[in-house]
């Protein structure tokens, strides 16, 4: 080490032909890259200088990281940002991120860059390939033996032998996911320039068997704005006085929850699964930042059982080795197990594993910006002095960095932290105070993936057959176990669902067939033309977790996420499980997309839309905007076709209707004339949707279904509110699920003072998207909480969703509406449960059949109507009425579908929809979320009936179609 620094300089602009420390390696030029035969390479003392200065405690470092090579030529990330990584107060822009890569790949044929599509904002989404010269100039081969071990039904197991000795694994990195943890988008710089130009024995033996592949940033709209929010705000912040807010938005929808997009809704996640189908990495790795000091994951309880055997042993295996050696580099605070468990299958890098591959996952010590700050852990059980004696010998062996410092025990607070706690699967927790930079952060996730990949090459060719093992498995299975496929039956009445649900199977490589005749199983028969997943196909296993019913494997454990997802349940989409193994051999047709393909009979100019719950309604009705359209409020019978109560009647050239409706997927037939039901205008409403600043995800959902159905609506802040007169501008406000309780969505973002601004500058400009403010602190506040009361008494249509509906109860504007909490042992993590339709024909159920239908609990508020008089006085406004509670949920374990839902007696007959009248306007509170993220397609249509009917939705005498009767129940 000290020779070659000592050298470094001597050779640092020297470019050819330069033998040195005898190993007679040349450096060559080809073109303008320079060939990486890299003993020309000396590590760049400024670097060694910087670093160290940078890392707060010795112990933070190790051997792996604490030097860097300066290779003539190949720029490193200083010679394109001006500073190496991890610099205290740096934090880099994604272009600047791109330029760096593109540089490098420029420079050196071990890098390659591959675009895989551009974010929501425009940004190019890329892939950096990193490794030996061989691997990058052959990628495509590489590519083909990994397709082989993917699906292999293309390979004898005596070919696949053959196979695995040629591959090499495909070891994928990714970093931003949550534009917050902004570590590790800076680290992967510097990664893919070490493994690219340094000779040391690790490095290149990664090189040879490992090709290393890159997502540098997986949200990179978001690391904009939040490097600009870094850099107006957090960068001046210090230890107790900041801002109390973050920036409003990461990507254009969602924060964290790109990291729970289950059906890959969001065009970065998608485009990572594109590629992630043409590549096949046997292993993809996450990089978070949010434990003390490195988590890795190892896949805990509980887990999902359809997953492979082999995973939950690959998992603590790479984890424990990881945990071995940083312990043996003298680095404290590495641990695995008690924190996320194995259970949902939506987290971004669980593609791999539902595609028989492996997810990993670090949580790294780190802050949103790029400020050194102060920790304090406590130090409960005494645990530092075991792990420092370690270390010092592990410390001496790494080359003489010296002994981690002992914990100070002046400094240790009285809290007891968790992660400052020895546990079995915590053995050398980091305890005491000290501060925490951006480099030590580089550090820890530099050291720890540069292990990870130490097994891996070490591995190789074990990771390779447990990938072939696994994906053969999933074929095996199939015939191995109960559930033999799925049947998609032909023949339901909405059919734009089924090709919703179809289509994401697709999108996610699960082959799905189309039964070329009837089928005839011992489960059932079902038409020709039903869809039909097998489950001898390499993803086959995927295909179960998504289609089956979940069952919790043990009420007393707690999830990370979600505890259901069921795709059938969700969508209101009939899935049959099928266990007879004939569903294998029967004939069907490939499917690779199911074109929406509507049918809209006969000529005329007035057109009925039979609703049959279709989410494309609303579609419907905004394209044609300008014409008229009405509802029915009544069955009604045209030829064939039966047009359930909700179904449209347009008037209007039929050469806009038909394409229209064709193309929609949607059912309609021209009419003699207008039919003899009762009916009333579908107006085109005025949709405002309200947010608050400091809770914008989940509004984001509701944005994102909004703009994907083309409904339009304006987004609306607390200055908006406040200034009054909404009902001159709106028919519809929208509150979705936000901020956890009423008083936080009014009072939102607590003021310090200083008005916080969120807006597009010169200097500044990703700030200011989707919504700007001169102060994005203080809420909505009563004087807002009045205009929307204002609002509902002058005409206006108040929905709130899940948990916004606290606000309506708890403000006074639905006076006879309570709500309250369910009690701490109540647990439901996203649990499918029944809910009992009471008013069959109020509009908001247009297009359900049934009257028992499934929904995604939300732990939204446990609703009650006042039905007595209170204090002897009757409540003010219209009298009570049970008609208000359109839907209620029956309760108890009877009732819960898939997942879990611990003390489901809780919510036993609580309303679950309620509508209630309020001057000359409405509030209807969904104690639910009926657009939950891009999840729960068969309860969208209930808030687009809403939307859709705002001005016809009339308390139960005056409706036309009358009150329901007690059998309705
Ligand atoms: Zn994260």
């Known amino acids: 080490m000290f020779l070659r620094e000592s050298l470094a300089r001597l050779f640092a602009c020297l470019f050819l032909l330069v033998p040195v420390l005898g190993s007679g390696i040349l450096a060559q030029s080809t073109g303008n890259k320079a060939v990486a035969t890299a003993s020309a390479i000396q590590d760049d003392p400024d670097f060694a200088r910087a670093v160290k200065e940078w890392t707060t405690r010795p112990e933070f470092i190790s051997p792996l990281v604490d030097h860097l090579p300066k290779a003539a030529g190949i720029p490193s990330p200083k010679d394109i940002l001006g500073h190496h990584i991890g610099e205290p107060k740096k934090l880099t822009y994604y272009a600047d991120i791109l330029k760096y890569y593109r540089a490098l790949a420029a ?25 030996g010269d061989e691997s990058i100039g052959n990628l495509e081969n590489y590519r083909g033996y990994l397709a082989q071990l993917a699906d292999p039904r293309t390979v004898t197991d005596a070919q696949a032998k053959d196979v695995i000795d040629k591959a090499k694994p495909i070891y994928h990195l990714s970093g931003g ?21 340094e000779d040391s024995s690790l490095i290149k033996q990664i090189r040879d068997t490992v090709i290393v592949s890159i997502t540098p940033v997986a949200d990179p709209d978001g690391r904009d704005r939040n490097v600009d ?15 109390g807010a973050g920036v409003p938005y990461w990507g254009k929808y969602v924060f964290h929850d790109d990291n729970r997009d289950i059906n890959y809704s969001q065009v970065e996640m998608r485009a990572l699964l594109d590629w992630y189908l043409q590549w096949h990495p046997p292993i993809m790795h996450d990089l978070h930042q949010a434990q003390t000091l490195l988590y890795t994951f190892s896949g805990q309880a509980p887990q999902n059982p359809n997953l492979d055997p082999i995973l939950f042993g690959e998992l603590p295996m790479i984890a424990n080795f990881e945990m071995a050696q940083m312990a043996k580099y003298g680095m404290p605070g590495v641990w695995t197990h008690g924190y996320v468990d194995m259970w949902s299958p939506g987290y971004l890098a669980f593609m791999s594993s539902n595609h028989n591959g492996m997810i990993r996952m670090y949580e790294i010590q780190g802050f949103s ?67 925490w930079s951006l480099r030590n952060n580089t550090n820890y996730g530099e050291t720890g993936v540069l292990t990870a990949l ?16 696994k994906s053969r498995n999933s074929i095996d299975t199939g015939r191995k176990e109960a559930v033999a496929g799925y049947v998609i039956p032909a023949g339901q009445r909405d059919t734009t669902r089924v ?32 869809y039909v997943v097998k489950r001898d196909q390499p993803y086959a296993r995927l295909a179960k977790i998504l289609l089956e019913k979940q069952v919790f494997p043990d009420p007393a454990l707690r999830t990370y996420d979600d505890a259901s997802w069921t795709m059938g349940m969700m969508s209101h989409t009939e899935v049959k499980e099928i266990g007879d193994k004939a569903v294998l051999d029967v004939a069907v047709d490939p499917v690779t997309q199911v074109k929406l393909a509507g049918t809209a009979a006969g000529a005329g100019s007035i057109f009925a839309v039979a609703h049959y719950g279709s989410n494309n309604m609303i579609t419907l009705r905004f394209r044609l905007k300008d014409l008229k359209v009405q509802a029915a409020e009544k069955e009604f019978r045209q030829g064939d076709i039966t047009f359930p109560a909700g179904s449209f009647i347009i008037s209007g050239d039929a050469a806009k209707i038909r394409p229209a409706v064709e193309a929609l997927g949607l059912t309609a037939a021209a009419l003699p004339g207008a039919p003899s039901v009762p009916m009333h205008d579908l107006d085109v409403p005025r949709v405002a949707m309200y947010t608050t600043w400091g809770s914008t995800q989940d509004v984001g959902w509701v944005r994102y279904a909004f703009d994907r159905f083309e409904v339009p609506f304006d987004l609306i802040y607390k200055d908006r509110v406040r200034q009054g007169n909404l009902k001159s501008a709106y028919d519809v406000v929208i509150i979705p699920n936000q901020s956890g309780s009423a008083k936080r969505l009014v009072f939102d973002i607590e003021s310090r003072g200083t008005p916080i601004e969120y807006k597009k500058s010169e200097q500044f400009k990703y700030l200011g998207g989707y919504g700007e403010s001169d102060d994005i602190t203080g809420g909505m506040g009563i004087d807002g909480v009045a205009e929307i009361d204002k609002f509902v008494k002058a005409g206006g249509l108040l929905v709130t969703l899940g948990t916004a509906s606290f606000f309506p109860a708890e403000f006074g504007l639905t006076p006879k509406v309570d709500a309250a909490r369910t009690s701490p042992q109540f647990y439901s993590p996203g649990a499918i449960i029944d809910a009992e339709i009471l008013q069959p024909e109020h509009p908001i159920f247009y297009g359900y059949d049934r009257k028992m239908i499934p929904v995604r609990y939300a732990n939204g508020p446990l609703l009650t109507i006042q039905t007595g008089n209170t204090f002897g006085e009757p409540p003010a406004g219209p009298p009570p009425t049970p008609q208000s509670v359109l839907m209620r949920y029956p309760g108890g374990d009877d009732h819960v579908l898939s997942g879990l839902m611990r003390g489901a007696g809780e919510i036993r007959n609580r309303p679950a929809i309620i509508d209630q009248p309020s001057g000359k306007g409405r509030v209807i509170l969904f104690a ?37 009767s007690p059998e309705a129940r």
């Not at 420079?107 to 490794?131: H, M």
């Not at 850099?231 to 900041?242: A, Q, S």
């Open 928 to 964: 639910g979320n009926p657009c939950y993220r891009w999840q729960n397609f068969g309860e969208f249509n209930m808030l687009f009936n809403t939307v859709l009917n705002f001005n016809d939705i009339r308390t139960p005498p005056e409706r036309a179609t009358g009150p329901t």
């Open 229 to 243: 929010w870094y850099y107006k705000y957090g960068i001046n912040e210090t230890e107790g006085r900041t801002t």
């Open 177 to 197: 996911l949550h534009s917050g943890e902004v570590g590790p988008s800076e680290m992967l710089m510097e990664l893919a320039y070490r493994l690219a130009t």
């Open 454 to 469: 130490q097994y891996t090459s070490a591995f190789s060719n074990v990771i390779l057959e447990n990938f072939y093992q």
């Open 499 to 530: 090709a919703v649900l179809v289509n994401m199977l697709r999108m996610q490589g699960i082959e799905v067939g189309r039964a070329k005749s009837e089928l005839k199983l011992k489960d059932g028969s079902f038409p020709a033309g039903s």
């Open 107 to 131: 420079a050196t044929p071990r890098v390659k860059v591959v675009t895989i599509g551009k974010s929501n904002e425009g940004r190019d989404l890329v892939v950096v390939f990193v490794g």
């Open 369 to 435: 910006g790029a400020n050194t700050q102060k920790m304090r852990l406590g130090n409960p059980n005494g645990t530092g002095a075991n792990g420092a004696a370690g270390s010092a010998a592990a410390g001496a062996a790494a080359g003489g960095r010296g002994a981690p410092a002992q914990p100070d025990a002046a400094a240790i607070t009285a809290g007891r932290s968790n992660q400052a706690q020895r546990e079995w699967f915590r053995p050398w927790p980091a305890t005491g105070e000290f501060d």
